[in-house]
């Protein structure tokens, strides 16, 4: 022991002449891997965190010097440990091949890879998954071992062993071979319950400090001693390290069964001694005994006195028969409701004397409900002496009384009136916060009318504009006031998509489509509103994704464009390209995995996991410069865990950033044509269009950009303000299809629609109504198709949709 006292000196001493020797060097920048749980690893306030961070911080503790991490992806902290741009690596396996670059410390832990499968899964050994479908991590050494073992299944390969396990677990795959403490804290921290782990120890190696200089490893191991000397290092692996899981420990159970059998036998002949000799010493037992009788006496009398202490607090215990109520032993602090034991079992009292009258049918009720052993807790209010209200918490067990044999309600009553008052709070702010809640959902309905509808009429007329003679100049001035107009109404869209996510009112519809078609219509989409010099855009979809799958394409369109969306704003020059491969194929799904590459400003690691919450963006100042709500990528993230999927973002300061999320669909077997569309001049120019419809609008603008573009499309068109009107007009004269707007003075839309279609059933005849509105929240649609009308639109009007709903309602009349 002394020795190792004076070992521990020596090595304290040296650490402080060394730091003595170097007094510039009160620092000491520590390199490590920024998602590499539990070792190392960026938490959730954006610190480093884990057992390699926490055992540097005690080693530079012990060198005297303040430390500095540097946490990134791994192959980027290797380029900065060999331009000597970092002083050590925390944490990385020791090899013959890096030794031969780098000073390796003593090892601080060992590190290892394991198989891991299903828990209903027949895999027992390495030989199972020969022919299995495994999943690794992209680049790990798990590869070289397959390998090695003749593997001859089918390999998948994930950014990250944490998503392996989550996709194990899920069954997408039969197997994992991953790192063992990466994989079962993976289990705990996810609480993944489908997946266990195979004994097998793979590619086992020491976890050491990593540098180019010679002397700082030296320091750092005689610092590593020191820790292990003091039970700092073995603390901090029982913190952070998950032990072998228990099948593998009921395995070494089942080994050490010999053992446990002679131990048993040696127990048995020892007992048969030990009872020899107890017999032999009887008489020092039983001077032992009353030493301990005298013993448990004391402690009797000094329970009493907790009993006493007990009794005079808060909680009031009591005693009571069950027919008739009526007391038998209450506790002293009685006396703060003002009433004394005495007066409350006194031979003319009942229990129910003290309960407020207007809770007393229920307190007996409940008396008389009670079976032996069954234990109740009720409240009920009690009339202290003063004449003051206090509610009580009564908890209550009938058991048999030890002192006549009759069952008993053996109980302890608290005042609980600051917790119900408490209560009370609470309700009228949960009352409060739900009014407010409608009350947010009437404002965003009113507000989102009120900006809709004079949106229309700007949005309307800019369409108009923009195909009529004008000058270069005059063109560019349209051009940005449509841009604008589209930005504002993509802030409005954005805010009510979010209130339906929020809501749970958002559902997916189904349909078969083209993923090609999808993606092409969108970069062409954004290559004509994004013409930036030296900005490209283009997509690529691999050969193995089918022609045609079955899903919700609005959903998926909407989350490409917000994406692009983003990717746009924040990249001036480089290229933009949307990416599509196949993940995985099977019976039931096919899962697809898509990217949004863009070389734009890149997002700082420790912001990436802030950036799909609500109203987040990656910098305060990207608002300032760039604008936008912060709600986009919220969105995305809601609406792709809406579609059964998950969404990631790998990116780089100065570099670009690349979203990755995974979808799955349904399988399509036939082959779905093209689809014909015309682009916004056709729907513009083509007077393709024939009959007579009736425009149901109050807006004066509304009514003059409606008509004019209708009348482009070859249509005869009529105006009516109101309903009232509208049902003047029908009556007098027949109409193809009817655009209703529904806030509307003397008449509103629904109830003229609901005439209408009363005025046709004598008529025996159907003319389709569309409802012309700005209402676009959640559930409109569903409203007015419920009370009678064909279809819905909402403003500002998109020439396009408008253009393809009379088209099909007018060829079904026709």
Known sequence: MKRNWLAFFIIILSIGLWARENPD????????DSDYRPYEFINSKGEPDGYCVELSREVAKLLGKEPVFRLGKWSLV????????????QGMAFSIERARNYYFSSPHAETWRAIFSRKDSDISSEKDILNRSVVIQQ???ASEYLKQIGFQGILNEVPSQEIAMKLLDKGDFEAAVLNY?????AIQQANLKNVINLPNRIHQRDYCYASKDIQLISDIDDALQVLRQNGTLDALQKKWFISETRDHQIEEARGLMPILLVLLFVLAASFAFLWQRTRRHHKQALAEYHELEDHLQRHCRELNLWQEDFTRGPVVLYKCSLRPPKLLFISENVSNWGFSPKELTAPDATFTDIVYSEDREKVSQHCHNLKPGQQATIYYRVLGKDGELCWVMDVCRVLVSPEDDEPRRYGYMMDVSGQKKLEARYLEAKEKAEAANIAKSHFLANMSHEIRTPLNGITGFLQ????MDASPQQREIYSIMHSSSRNLLKIINDILDF??????????IESEFNLRYIVDDIIKQFSHQSKREGLVMNYLIEDSVPTVMKGDQLRLKQILINLMQNAVKFTEHGKIEIGAE??????????????????????????QKDIFDNYSQADGNITTKYGGTGLGLAIVKRLVELMNGFIWVESEPSKGSCFFFILPFKHYDKIKEAE??????????DKSLSGKVLVVEDEPINQMVTRRQLKTWGLQVDVAANGMEALSAFEQNRYDVILMDIQMPVMDGITATQKIRDLELARQMHTPIVAFTAAALVGDRERFLAVGMDAYIAKPIDVEELYQILGSLLYAEQ
């Open 25 to 32: 060097s009160t620092k000491i920048i520590i390199g490590g």
């Open 78 to 89: 290797m380029e900065h440990l060999d331009m000597s741009e970092i002083d050590v690596l």
């Open 139 to 141: 680049g790990d050494v």
């Open 181 to 185: 403490t990466i994989g079962m804290y």
């Open 464 to 467: 108009v504009l923009s195909h």
């Open 499 to 508: 209130s339906k996510i929020e809501s749970g009112k958002m559902e997916l």
């Open 582 to 607: 196949l993940y995985t194929y099977s019976e039931s799904d096919i899962r697809i995995l898509f990217k949004v590459l863009d070389t734009g400003i890149g997002i700082n690691p420790e912001k």
């Open 676 to 685: 014909p569309e015309l682009s916004t001049e056709d729907v513009f120019y």
